[in-house]
C-alpha cells in the first residue's frame, strides 16, 4: 500500500492506494484519527454488491446510512443533491458526521459537493471505483452538478478528508471504462513527466490489463502529478489549468453528440488529446519527434480517427460549445497547448475563424 499526502490552503489529507484496501477501512481512519457517529454511504449503482456490502461491514458508527445513485450526466443535478440533504437532515447529521461515497467521478462530484453545502461542511471520504476518477476527480477538490446550461457549471472546491483508491475495484470494470481512465493518466504524463509517457508507452499492454504491479505505479505516479498541481494552485488560478490538456476539445465534442453513449469522457478526452496536439505543431510549438511518438501512442490505442464522428456540418455546433468553456474570459477560446512532452502552455488564445480553420483541417483531410 502507498500513501501520498495532499497539502492545500483548505485541508491537508491522504491518498491510499492499494489492492483490496476497503477491508482495511476501520484501521485506516483509526490511524487518520477520522471519527464520526452517523455515516451515510453514497453508492454508485454500478459498484458490484460485494464491495458494498464488504464497506458496510467495515464501518463501525452508530448509525449507518446508505444512498444508492444511479450515476449518469443526466442526473448529476439538483434533485439528486436535495434528496441527500434531505436524508441529511432527517436524520439529524452534525458537522462531525461524515458522507462516503463509493462510485466513480460523476458519484464523487456529487457527493462532495453536498458535503460542501450541507452546513457548511461535512466530513467527506471518498472510495472512487473507476480508474477515472481513481486518477483525476477523487483529488484535488473538485465538486459540482450539471445544469441546462452546462456541465460542471454549479459547484464547490472542497477537498476530502480521506481518499481511499482500491486497484481491485477496477477488475469489475469493462476494457471501454479501462481506456477512460488512462485517457488521464496519458494527460498527466504529457504535462509533467516524459519519463511517465516513455513507461506508459513502453508498458501499455500490462497497463491495461490492469497487471498489479503495472496499474498500481501509475495510479501512484499519476496522483503524485496531480499533488503538485493543486498543491501549487488549489482554486485553478493559474497552473492547475494545465491540467485542462485535451478537455477544451473533449468536453466540446461530448457536448457536441449531446453526451451520447458513443462517446464518453475519457475517449472524449483522448481525442481532445490527438486535437491538442496536432494544434500544438500547428502553432509551431511542438517538435516532429515528439509529435509523431504522441500520435504513435494514440495509435496504439485507436484513437487517431476523428471523422468516425464528426464531419464539415459539425464546425460550428463543436466551436459554440468551445466557447462556452469555463477557462474562457475573453470572446477568443483558451487552449492548453503543448511544448514538448513534460510541459505546456496554459494561455493560449484563438480567435473563432482559426479555430474553425483548424477545425476544417481536422475533419476534411
Known sequence: ??????????????????????????????????YFQKSLIIVDKKVPKIFVKKLNSKITSQQNFIYYFNASEKNKNFN????????LFKNNFTRNDIIIC?????????AGFASSIYKRGLKF???????????????????????KFGKNLIGSFY???????????????????????????????????????LFLD??????????????????????????????????????????????TFGHAYEAA???????NHGEAVLYGILSATKLSKKLKMLNNN???????????????NLKKFFNKKDINKIVIFMMADKKNYTNRINFITLNNIGSVSINNQLNTNKVRNFMRSELIK
Open 1 to 34: 500500500m502507498k500513501v501520498l499526502k495532499i497539502k492545500t490552503k483548505s485541508k491537508n489529507y491522504k491518498v491510499y492506494i492499494g489492492h483490496n484496501i476497503i477491508s482495511r477501512f476501520n484501521n485506516i481512519i483509526k490511524k487518520e484519527k477520522i
Open 80 to 87: 439528486n443533491v436535495n434528496s441527500i440533504l434531505g436524508k
Open 102 to 110: 463509493l462510485g466513480g467521478g460523476i458519484a464523487g462530484d456529487l
Open 125 to 147: 471520504i471518498n472510495i472512487p471505483s473507476t480508474l477515472l476518477s481513481q486518477v483525476d476527480s477523487s483529488i484535488g477538490g473538485k465538486t459540482g452538478i450539471n445544469n
Open 159 to 197: 477537498q476530502p478528508d480521506l481518499v481511499i483508491t482500491d486497484t481491485k475495484l477496477l477488475v469489475s470494470l469493462p476494457k471501454r471504462e479501462i481506456i477512460c481512465g488512462y485517457a488521464e493518466i496519458l494527460k498527466h504524463s504529457l504535462i509533467k513527466n516524459k519519463k511517465l509517457f
Open 202 to 247: 513502453k508498458n501499455l499492454n500490462d497497463i491495461l490489463e490492469l497487471k498489479k504491479n503495472f496499474i498500481e505505479k501509475v495510479i501512484f505516479e499519476s496522483c503524485r502529478i496531480k499533488k503538485g498541481v493543486i498543491e501549487s494552485d488549489e482554486k485553478e488560478v493559474n497552473v492547475r489549468k494545465s491540467l485542462n490538456l485535451g478537455h
Open 257 to 263: 453528440l449531446n453526451y451520447s453513449k458513443k462517446l
Open 290 to 304: 515528439e509529435y509523431n511518438l504522441i500520435l504513435s501512442h494514440l495509435s496504439k490505442l485507436k484513437f487517431t
